[in-house]
């Protein structure tokens, strides 16, 4: 009977993966991540090809700083009404359809531009790609949170990450042998066509309950406004402006506490070893001799379908675990796999020893993604759902680039050690003084996930449930 009764347990957990909602996501996924590699490395190929030096790629690529700052713009998403669209579709889709839209007209755009010619309309048009796509981003975040249940965030975070992760493959190999076979024109205008899996999608996606409900210090600002004898329109600007700007971090730290700074450490750091890690695995790949059509085969393509592996089952994890234990769990596979990666220096060029390496890294990696999407979810109240996760998705990924961009610089000093290296190549034959400063690089990689476990711990064990929404 207890047998019977944990087979009907994972068969309602795996139920969820056949709901509508539940496919919608999936064909959301690939339009948030379609965009996506469009303004990186596809764009970079691209305009490397076309003659354009490695300074004005650089340089480029900082049209994907959009990525970083949507916070600053999610408050206008969350309430802001747009004509017309906001009627037939609800806030949500309508800020969605309208963002795809845009990112359909920037890649036709792109594939109308010459960079070899003109490189100023390749920028334009890339940087209206990268905030449409970042638009794009925060509504169906938003669309997802108010779409589902907490015990159902983790399923929907792992189609997400499917559908996202299918897209890369369609804008990365699949644009570039387009561009191969045909041209760059024809490449960037079938990618505005795929679009469409976007747009269809937000049309044929339910309409969720938008709440009005007061913010929390909402009446005072009113009041506050009124004694001004203030006019009506500075009145309702001043409320629109509270409202969007200001009442979602007063409501999450009236929520929270002091436990709202734990929180934002946890999320900020819950990333940091495989952000700091991933700047230097492909350095680590040809530094040990690995061809690149086996870096392509192994990492590049088998490689996504074992983290797309990892963010399903992160997502079954999160509804029979629930969502915190779940996280620790995914903080503690991610940390420990940049181990792994110690084991492969010593191994040396070997294509089974690198396919096990990513069969780990991968699949911790997309289970504890999917896992801290699912927590970053539960955080938000709905009331705020784009600015409270922007402003979250945000915290996770600012740490780990900023300290990331130190990662060559770490093994370069770890590489300039004697002390170190001496040992560590004496181990094994082709280890060289280049070679053997990455095994204590990923050591320390490793290292730098202990805080986000211990945070994990802490917040389980000892902080309190979240102050109810109010709206004094």
């Given amino acids: 009977m207890p047998a019977m009764t944990r087979a009907r347990g994972w068969a309602s957990s795996l139920a969820v993966y056949r709901e509508y909602r539940t496919i919608v996501m999936l064909l959301l996924g690939f339009s948030s991540g379609l965009p996506f590699l469009l303004v990186f490395s596809t764009l970079s190929a691209w305009l490397r090809e076309a003659g354009i030096s490695r300074t004005d790629i650089g340089l480029m690529s900082y049209v994907g700083l959009a990525y970083t700052i949507k916070f600053l713009w999610a408050p206008v998403i969350d309430h802001l009404h747009l ?15 309208l963002a795809q839209l845009v990112a359909a007209a920037a890649l036709v755009g792109l594939s109308f531009s010459d960079p070899a010619q003109a490189l100023m309309p390749v920028v334009v048009f890339a940087l209206i790609l990268a905030f449409a796509s970042a638009t794009q981003d925060i509504s169906i975040d938003a669309w997802r949170i108010e779409a589902a249940s907490d015990e159902k965030q983790g399923a929907l975070a792992a189609v997400y990450q499917l559908g996202y992760r299918i897209a890369l493959i369609a804008s990365g190999a ?11 024109a024809a490449a960037y205008l079938v990618m505005a066509l795929l679009m469409g899996v976007g747009i269809l999608s937000a049309l044929l996606a339910p309409r969720v309950a938008e709440a009005e409900a007061p913010a929390i210090g909402e009446e005072t600002v009113a009041h506050f406004v009124h004694r001004l004898h203030a006019d009506g329109r500075m009145a309702r600007s001043a409320g629109f402006l509270y409202r969007a700007v200001v009442a979602p971090f007063v ?11 734990v929180l934002l450490a946890l999320i900020g750091l819950y990333r940091v070893p495989d952000f700091v890690m991933g700047v230097m695995a492909n350095p680590l790949y040809i530094d040990l001799g690995f061809e690149l059509s086996t870096i392509a085969t192994i990492v590049k393509l088998y490689g996504i379908w074992m983290t797309i592996a990892g ?7 999160a509804a029979r675990l629930g969502v915190l234990p779940s996280l ?26 690198l396919a096990i390496t990513i069969s780990i890294e991968n699949f911790s990696g997309g289970f504890a993604g999917t896992c801290l999407i699912a927590y970053m979810s539960s955080l938000v109240n709905h009331e705020f759902a784009a600015t409270q996760y922007a402003l979250f998705s945000s915290a996770f990924a600012l740490p780990g680039k900023l300290i990331g961009g130190l990662s060559g610089s770490m093994v370069d000093g770890f590489s300039a050690t004697p002390a170190l290296v001496g040992p560590l190549a ?42 109810p929404a109010q709206a004094a």
Avoid: C
């Fill in 328 to 353: 620790l769990l995914g903080a503690i596979a991610a940390t420990g796999t940049n181990l792994i990666f110690v084991w492969l220096a010593f191994q040396g060029a070997d294509p089974v020893a």
């Fill in 251 to 261: 409501d999450f730290f009236n929520r929270y506490g002091w436990w709202s700074l």
């Fill in 311 to 317: 963010a399903l089952i992160g997502g079954i994890a």
């Fill in 426 to 467: 004496a181990m094994a034959p082709h280890l060289t003084a280049q070679t053997a400063g990455y095994i204590p690089f990923f050591i320390t990689t490793a290292l730098m996930g202990v805080p986000a476990i211990l945070l994990i711990l802490l917040v389980g064990y000892a902080r309190p449930g979240p102050a």
């Fill in 174 to 184: 699949g644009a570039l042998y387009i561009a191969e076979g045909v041209s760059w």
């Fill in 83 to 97: 004509p017309v669209l906001n009627r037939l579709l609800g806030k949500r889709r309508a800020w969605m359809l």
